[in-house]
């Protein structure tokens, strides 16, 4: 295949304006000096705020050139922080799991304050209830659920990603929703949407930035 020139026209033809910097905006400033009105020459303050102007300029370049090795330095330490956490057991926040069928899965939460009545409810990918377990009373601290995989009628629940909840009534009977965790062997990583995601061996996907505890 034979490739032509490569031009700096944009996909409608038109040339792509370059960019402004130092060494142009010095020549439009010489121009700008030698066709002055010699009766009306620009006045000094006038190259100051042009000059204050560029400085400016120059300075958002070189802020935003550092924020993006920053930012690529940071991708660099969360790729290697991926690297390092496979094959280990870890602990994130969050209540979405991939259940992978023909088994049980453990759901994790954590009581703040000891509850008279504890429920958990798990929900498929699209949102719709799939089942609630009511546990009874339970003390604050944290808990272990296992699903068996079926639903409310004793269906067995197809290979999916499903999500749970909990909802717990305290001492004075306030209803309120309990933190849910998921806990799994790092078995892969993934990066979407720019960002790595940890595959844990249940098929949970977690973030960095959710992970709670590590475990050897």
Known sequence: MVVGPVTNKGLLGHKEPSSFGENEFYQILITQLTHQDPLNPVKTNEFVTQ???????????????DIGDLLSYQASLNNLLGISLLGRKIRAEGGIFHYVGGGAVNLSY????????????VYGS???LVRVMDLGSQKSGD?????????????????GDYSFSVEAIDSSGTVYQVGTFVEGQVSGAIVEDGKIRLILDNGAKISLGDIEEIYQ
């Open 51 to 65: 000059l204050a102007l560029l400085s400016q300029v120059e300075s958002m370049r070189n802020v935003e050139k």
């Open 110 to 121: 954590s009581l703040k304050s000891d509850a008279s009545d504890v429920k958990v409810a």
């Open 126 to 128: 699209d949102g719709s």
């Open 143 to 159: 808990h272990v659920v296992e699903w068996d995989g079926r639903d409310d009628r004793g269906i067995k629940a197809p290979e």
